[in-house]
């Protein structure tokens, strides 16, 4: 099984390393959690029934990308049946395999290649000819399947059904590693654009969000969280609400204060009203001087790449580069902003609990949940329903322990959904970033060395197995997030791992053809709660790769396709990158385009390319936009997306993911940040922080979509997002020759840079 | 007190404070699943109704303000089995992601668009401007728009 690599980062103790195929694996040393349905046992992952319903059980699970379609559409097509006689649960304590997060794009790879699902799938299939060359005497070779019956190819009247040979029974087999997968050139079901069987339910009102669960003599909590980050509790006067109608209960655990009331509208005025005093916070750093401030701070240093002589590559005198070129590169802490607050609900009944959470891992919340409740996990059953969309991680955790705490004291069933004040004030944002680029070109005009440099901020994350202080709700109660700990200088670096986009494509230690380069992290403690934010550290990373590429490209007065082209090596990327420009028509030359005017509208197109995390897959992006010189305002015309993620389980659905990955990447990109005062988070509703709306002029998006039948599955949920930024700041610096550095692209920076033009 | 709803065509009395916004009483005392929370200040579309033919955010509207109106929400349009055709449009173009904003999405281009059925694809986008899709869907929900709207 392949789990969430970013969690290697920081639980490595828990975990090995390992190569296979060229591509880096990563396996979880501990295993499944326990209880845990067995990874190695096929019951763990489908069921016949008598009338030959086909059941299959998965730990990754729908958060709205797309994938509980294509994993049914994988059982459907390894057991020859059509796509509705799959019925896919996923995520439920008591029924489904812990895998981990449903995170980092990891959902496809792990489940499509050659382990889990997958090959369940094909371990049912051949046990299922097997047991049908027995009953019929018949030797498997002439034997054909179509719609759950075995059929002799030469005698139709020869046939048994899927029912008629498991029929409920177990089938008590271990997974057969050999078994042989369908081949993506026989596939009838899977690679096909299956429409999704959730948006009936979903565009009538009748689908069941978490939001919407209720159980019998169900109480309703809001939380009351502090008024500035680090604030703690002096004291609460419950006789501020004594007078309220409905209310139950006000519970105060150390900082954590919540109240129970009997209707929603009674607890949410019951939370208004309630006198609380804090002691303030220690205080927030200065906003206008915080990208300065980071390079200062105690950091944990890392060597990811290091060729040894950057820094005399970089020595004009001693290497005889023609040009060293410098540049920084700055990106906001960014929300996950879900459209819905979070929400759970959770039944503790004295040793037992039950929990309906929007959880990433609900075996990872069944063990942290329990550290809150102080009750076993073996008695705790959480169930996954879907929450509004989380993009990594939204306050979907958080919430559930703040519905369990407040079940718990109050002894029924408590719903709990937070305020969007309180979703955005103390989410776990995406990380803020500097960047110090740096590369030499030699006199012909090429790249002989690239020095890359980061420092980011960042505290808690998701809370994994054992960490519930590392969201809100955990801190308040008393847990600590994971620990920080300083180390410089970094050690050596280790084997090549490209997991966080911080190597750029174009060194011969990725997919490129530069021999010097180094690649040097800091990562330092952040005031803020931090964590995965779709396509984390990689989409930062990739902006100040892409964009400084563009720079050198600019430099020597290449076109920036050309120029990337020629410093590449990995022939995947290439192509993808060939893909987006021949869709998009691109014209050979270098940017800035000759002839624009520096005033009125200006347009321009970028280009941007990576391969996402390393090794999980190929994307290339082209924008094409107008500026207005004089308002700083720009309109993104249309952007062309190309795709090489291995086999395409659902075309429709990677077709989406692309689409919204892009718009979501404009939509950071040109606006959203987050601000604090000297005390607190400022960016706390759809005012202050600034999402782009359904209704925007909406560039023309084209998805091009490269289908490979050979080789691995791949990851394809934070492909596209990755690119925008620097496609669309190389777009810019296209149509009006000012390069923009920071992240977002405000109408009021884009002045600044144009104003700053030579 | 005893307030009056007209929710889809049916009557509920209900007994609530007057204040309560119209969100509470849809979703916790009637269990409709159709109008969601997304942010309680009017700013994100995610609990829509349609009231006497006007889109209303639910969470800024008392209950005892739509007494006796007439009130539909995602429910009243169609059901799984028989779906309004805008709500068709948006299953023909499969167009969601996770799906929480689709009932602000569809109540609000559907009162708009009632009221103005021939609107450009610019006035469509004008009038989505105050409506969110976190996970940007944008492109097929307002191809959804348009093929209801022609």
């Known amino acids: ?758 | 007190m005893a307030i009056t709803l007209k929710v889809n065509g049916r009557t509920h009395t209900l007994d609530l404070d007057p204040s309560t916004p119209l969100l509470y009483a849809l979703s916790d005392d009637l269990q409709l699943n159709g109008p969601k929370f997304g942010c309680g200040l009017g700013q994100c579309g995610a609990c829509t109704v349609i009231v006497k033919g006007q889109a209303v955010r639910s969470c800024v509207t008392t209950v005892k303000s739509v007494e006796g109106s007439d009130i539909t929400t995602l429910e009243g349009l169609g059901s799984p089995e028989k779906p309004h055709p805008i709500q068709q449009a948006f299953v023909d173009e499969q167009a969601a992601q996770c799906g929480f904003c689709l009932n602000g999405v569809i109540m609000t281009a559907k009162a708009f668009l009632d009221k103005n059925p021939k609107a450009t694809e610019a006035e469509i986008q004008q009038a989505m401007s105050g409506v969110l899709c976190r996970c940007f869907t944008n492109v097929r929900m307002l191809r959804a728009i348009g093929r209801y709207a022609r």
């Not at chain 1, 496809?108 to 046990?127: D, I, K, M, V, Y």
């Not at chain 1, 018949?138 to 029912?163: F, H, M």
């Not at chain 1, 359904?694 to 289908?707: Q, R, S, T, Y």
Request: aromatic share 6%; hydrophobic share 35%; glycine share 10%.
């Open chain 1, 1 to 758: 099984m392949r789990p969430n690599r970013r969690d290697f980062l920081k639980t490595s103790g828990l975990l090995i390393v390992g190569f296979s195929a060229g591509t880096l694996r990563v396996a979880r040393g501990q295993g499944p959690l326990q209880g845990s349905p067995p990874m190695n046992q096929l019951d763990s992952w489908i069921a016949i029934a008598s009338d030959g319903s086909i059941t299959a059980y998965s730990g990754k699970e729908e958060l709205g990308q797309g994938i509980s379609t294509a994993q049914a559409q994988l059982v459907a097509e390894e057991l020859s049946v059509p796509f509705n006689r799959v019925k896919l649960i996923y995520c439920d304590t008591a029924l489904t395999p812990d895998q981990a997060h449903t995170s980092g794009s990891q959902s496809h790879p792990t489940n499509f290649n050659s382990g889990n699902l997958a090959q369940a799938g094909a371990t049912a299939r051949e046990l299922l000819f097997r047991m049908a060359s027995e009953r019929l005497n018949i030797p498997v070779e002439q034997l054909t399947t179509s719609d759950g019956v075995i059929i002799a190819k030469n005698d139709a009247s020869k046939r048994v059904t899927y029912g008629q040979l498991v029929g409920g029974k177990k089938f008590s087999l271990a997974l057969n590693p050999n078994a042989k997968r369908k081949p993506p050139t026989q596939w009838t079901v899977l690679g096909k654009p299956v429409p999704r069987p959730d948006l009936p339910d979903l565009v009538t009102g009748k689908f069941e969000f978490v939001h919407n669960v209720r159980l019998p003599g169900m109480l309703h909590g809001r939380v009351v969280r502090p008024p500035s980050v680090g604030a703690t509790v002096a004291s609460v006067d419950e006789s501020s609400i004594k007078d309220l109608p409905g209310v139950v209960k006000v519970v105060v655990t150390k900082n954590f204060v919540g109240v129970v009331a009997e209707k929603p509208w009674q607890a949410i005025q019951a939370a208004g009203k309630l006198s609380v005093t804090w002691n303030p916070g220690p205080g927030l750093p200065n906003q206008s001087t915080f990208y300065d401030a980071l390079r200062k701070q105690p950091a944990r240093d890392t060597l990811v790449v290091d060729s040894g002589d950057v820094d005399q590559k970089m020595d004009q005198k001693l290497s005889g580069a023609a040009t060293v070129l410098k540049a920084t590169y700055l990106h906001p802490y960014q929300m996950h902003g879900s459209m819905g607050s979070s929400c759970a609900v959770a039944d503790v009944q004295g040793e037992k609990a039950t929990i309906y959470s929007a959880t990433q891992a609900v075996w990872y919340q069944k063990n942290t949940s329990a550290m809150i409740l102080g009750l076993k996990p073996e008695n705790i059953h959480v169930i996954f329903r879907r929450g509004s969309g989380c993009y990594g991680c939204n306050g979907a955790d958080t919430v559930t322990y703040d519905a369990a705490v407040l079940s718990q004291a109050a002894g029924k069933p408590v719903r709990v959904q937070l305020t969007r004040k309180d979703e955005m004030a103390f989410e776990n944002y995406g990380n803020a970033f500097v960047i110090d680029q740096r590369a030499a070109l030699d006199p012909s005009g090429n790249i002989t060395a690239w020095d890359h440099e980061s420092w980011s901020p960042g505290m808690g994350g998701r809370p994994g197995t054992n960490a519930p202080g590392n969201v809100i709700t955990g801190s308040l109660l008393g847990f600590q997030p994971a620990a920080f700990a300083p180390r410089s200088p970094a050690p050596a670096p280790g084997a090549f791992n490209n997991n966080s986009n911080g190597v750029p494509s174009y060194l011969a230690a990725g997919t490129g053809t530069v021999q010097s380069g180094r690649v040097l992290t800091h990562a330092v403690e952040s005031r803020f709660w931090t964590g995965p934010l779709r396509s984390p550290s990689r989409l930062q990373n990739t902006f100040a790769h892409e964009s400084f590429m563009d720079e050198l490209a600019a430099r020597v007065k290449a076109d920036p396709v050309e120029f990337r082209l020629r410093h590449l090596r990995d022939a995947r990327l290439k192509e993808v990158l060939q893909a987006a420009a021949k869709t998009a028509n691109w014209e050979t030359r270098p940017s800035p385009k000759p002839g624009n005017r520096t005033t009125g509208v200006a347009s321009g197109r970028g280009a941007a390319c990576v391969l996402y995390e390393g090794d999980n897959g190929y994307t290339a992006l082209v924008a094409e936009i107008e500026v207005n010189q004089d308002t700083g305002k720009i309109v993104v015309k249309r952007m062309v997306a190309s795709s090489d993620v291995g086999p395409i389980s659902n075309p429709d659905g990677l077709r989406n993911q692309v689409e919204g990955g892009a718009l979501q990447g404009l939509s950071r990109c040109l606006g959203e940040e987050v601000t604090w005062d000297n005390e607190k988070v400022t960016t706390v509703d759809w005012r202050t922080y600034h999402s782009r709306p359904l209704g925007f002029e909406v560039p023309k998006i084209d998805a091009v979509l490269i289908n490979r039948t050979e080789g691995e599955v791949m990851g394809a949920g934070e492909t596209s997002i990755t690119l925008v930024a620097a496609a669309i700041g190389n777009a810019i610096f296209d149509a009006t020759g000012a390069r923009i550095r920071q992240v977002p692209f405000t109408a009021e920076r884009i002045k600044t840079a144009l104003a700053a033009r030579a």
